[in-house]
């Protein structure tokens, strides 16, 4: 199983979003999760580093400025989703990267009190 370590980057990012509102409440995540072709439409018009801000979870395995270096995508490129930080909590929990997983509760509980 790869390593993963905490991308202090999108923490950073994901909190800037909340803060300014910008995070979608209510969304179907396995529709709205970006996909390869619109990963790589990103990716033509931003850089790695924007990239990597939307990726909670670092591959310590893989090569940088490759997918395979980012994990745990959280947003849509545009804004954060509630249900993306329930996924990364979720699958972080299930693969045991305990790290990740505490990180997407805070940003969880802090969309939800941004929210409410």
Same mark, same amino acid.
């Given at each position: 199983m790869a390593s993963y370590s905490v991308n202090e980057r999108a923490?950073?990012?994901a909190r800037r979003l909340i803060?300014? =509102?910008q995070y979608v409440l209510d969304s179907d995540w396995g529709e709205v999760?970006?996909?390869?072709?619109?990963e790589n439409a990103f990716l033509e018009g931003h850089s790695?580093?924007?990239?990597?801000?939307?990726h909670l979870g670092l591959n310590e395995e893989a090569n940088d400025e490759t997918k395979s270096r980012y994990a745990f995508i959280?947003?849509?490129?545009r804004r954060v989703h509630r249900t993306g930080l329930i996924a990364c909590q979720?699958?972080?929990?299930?693969? =045991?990267?305990?790290e990740i997983e505490l990180a997407a509760h805070e940003l969880l509980q802090?969309?939800?009190?941004?929210?409410t």
């Open positions: 923490i950073a990012q803060d300014a =509102r999760q970006p996909k390869a072709a619109e790695w580093d924007d990239y990597a801000e939307w959280y947003g849509d490129f979720y699958r972080a929990a299930e693969w =045991r990267h305990k802090r969309l939800d009190k941004t929210s």
